[in-house]
T-cell receptor, first 115, second 112 residues
Framework: DAGVTQSPTHLIKTRGQQVTLRCSPKSGHDTVSWYQQALGQGPQFIFQYYEEEERQRGNFPDRFSGHQFPNYSSELNVNALLLGDSALYLC??????????????FGPGTRLTVL | AQSVTQLGSHVSVSEGALVLLRCNYSSSVPPYLFWYVQYPNQGLQLLLKYTSAATLVKGINGFEAEFKKSETSFHLTKPSAHMSDAAEYFC??????????FGKGTMLLVSP
């Protein structure tokens, strides 16, 4: 049973560019959440997708957008990259039923470096 | 809004010593609380979670945590540290729909 997978593992971009990160959820999970983890900090919630729609959003600007596909996989897009966007981006999946007590399973992350 | 405070960005213990990592939460509603561990260059792995059942929660790798409502705490303990426990530990609280609010993390250092 494959866990949460993310691609690519590492990515280097320059300021002003756009980037797309990808996530495949754990088998049987239909909800995907994205988190940003800056160096030395805890992960911060970006947004969550369920049934191909954004269900919740954290305190991130509109430069951060996402998408969920019918097979539940998801993409995170960041436009007009800033140096401060350099971070580890984590994807987590969970089943829709069960609510707040459900465990979120995390992928290994994508390390984004903006130069 | 809910929040988590982890006391101590770094904790150092000797192998075989007690591990105590502190977490205090703030929540206007009964919280669900989690501890995750992160090894270098890896994602997060769930250690244990509190979901309003037993206040003493046992997790993987010998870790446990006790929910104390009066102290708004959810401290993580392990009786005897192993070298393999060296990692960063995050306490988190839910904010609905399983989204998590994390603390800033505590790096556990284990010396031989």
């Amino acid at each position: 049973d494959a866990g949460v997978t993310q691609s690519p593992t590492h990515l280097i971009k320059t300021r002003g560019q756009q980037v797309t990160l990808r996530c495949s959820p754990k088998s049987g999970h239909d909800t995907v959440s994205w988190y940003q983890q800056a160096l030395g900090q805890g992960p911060q919630f970006i947004f969550q997708y369920y049934e191909e729609e954004e269900r919740q959003r954290g305190n991130f600007p509109d430069r951060f957008s996402g998408h969920q596909f019918p097979n539940y996989s998801s993409e995170l897009n960041v436009n007009a990259l800033l140096l401060g966007d350099s971070a580890l981006y984590l994807c987590a999946s969970s089943p829709a039923v069960g609510g707040s007590t459900d465990t979120q399973y995390f992928g290994p992350g994508t390390r984004l470096t903006v130069l | 809004a809910q929040s988590v405070t982890q006391l101590g960005s770094h904790v150092s213990v000797s192998e075989g010593a007690l591990v105590l990592l502190r977490c205090n939460y703030s929540s206007s509603v009964p919280p669900y609380l989690f501890w995750y561990v992160q090894y270098p260059n890896q994602g997060l792995q769930l250690l244990l979670k509190y979901t309003s059942a037993a206040t003493l929660v046992k997790g993987i790798n010998g870790f446990e945590a006790e929910f104390k409502k009066s102290e708004t705490s959810f401290h993580l303990t392990k009786p005897s540290a192993h070298m393999s426990d060296a990692a960063e530990y995050f306490c988190a609280v839910t904010t609905g729909y399983s989204t998590l609010t994390f603390g800033k993390g505590t790096m556990l250092l284990v010396s031989p």
